[in-house]
C-alpha cells in the first residue's frame, strides 16, 4: 500500500521562490517598487544588472520548482537524496540568512550595534523597511524547505513498511 502524500510545505517553498523571483524582474525593467534601499544608488551598469537582476530572478523561478518536486508526481522520479539532502541544505541556508535580518535590526534597535559609515544612509532610507519582507520571505522559504524535506522523509518512512 501506498500512502499518498499531501506536502503542502512544497507548495510553500514554490511561492516563496517566486515571490522572490518576480521583483527581480521588475527591477531589471526599471520599476523600484519593492527596492530594499535607494533604487538611485544601484548599479547601472548592463552586466550588474543582468546579473543581479535577470539571472537571480531566472535562478529563483528555477528553484522554486524544485519544491513542486516534493508534491507532484514527476518528483517521485527523482532519488530521494537528490531532494532531501538539497532542501536541508535550503532550509538551514536560508533559514540562517533570513532571521540574521531580525537578529540585526533588534540589535539595531537596542542600540547595541550601530551602522557602518558606508550602509548609514541605506540603512536610513524609508525603502530599507522592505527588508523584512524579503527577509522574512527567506525565513519562510527555508523554513517551508526543511517541512519538505521532513515531510518526504516520513511518507518515504511509512510507504517502506507496506
Known amino acids: 500500500m501506498n500512502v499518498k502524500k499531501k506536502n503542502w510545505a512544497g507548495y ?56 513542486l518536486s516534493f508534491v507532484y508526481p514527476w518528483g517521485e522520479k527523482l532519488p530521494r537524496w537528490l531532494k532531501v539532502i538539497p532542501a536541508w541544505v535550503g532550509c538551514v541556508g536560508l533559514s540562517i540568512w533570513g532571521f540574521s535580518f531580525f537578529v540585526l535590526e533588534f540589535q539595531f534597535a537596542i542600540g547595541r550595534v550601530v551602522s557602518a559609515p558606508a550602509f548609514a544612509s541605506q540603512d536610513a532610507s524609508p525603502m530599507a523597511a522592505w527588508g523584512y519582507v524579503w527577509y522574512a520571505l527567506f525565513l519562510g522559504w527555508g523554513i517551508s524547505l526543511g517541512f519538505a524535506a521532513y515531510i518526504e522523509s516520513k511518507v518515504t518512512k511509512i510507504n517502506s513498511h507496506y
Open 12 to 67: 510553500a517553498a514554490f511561492v516563496c521562490g517566486l515571490l522572490y523571483a518576480v521583483p527581480h524582474f521588475w527591477w531589471g525593467l526599471g520599476v523600484s517598487v519593492g527596492f530594499p534601499g535607494d533604487y538611485a544608488t544601484a548599479p547601472d551598469e548592463a552586466e550588474s544588472r543582468i546579473i543581479g537582476y535577470w539571472i537571480m530572478g531566472a535562478l529563483a523561478v528555477f528553484v522554486s520548482l524544485f519544491g
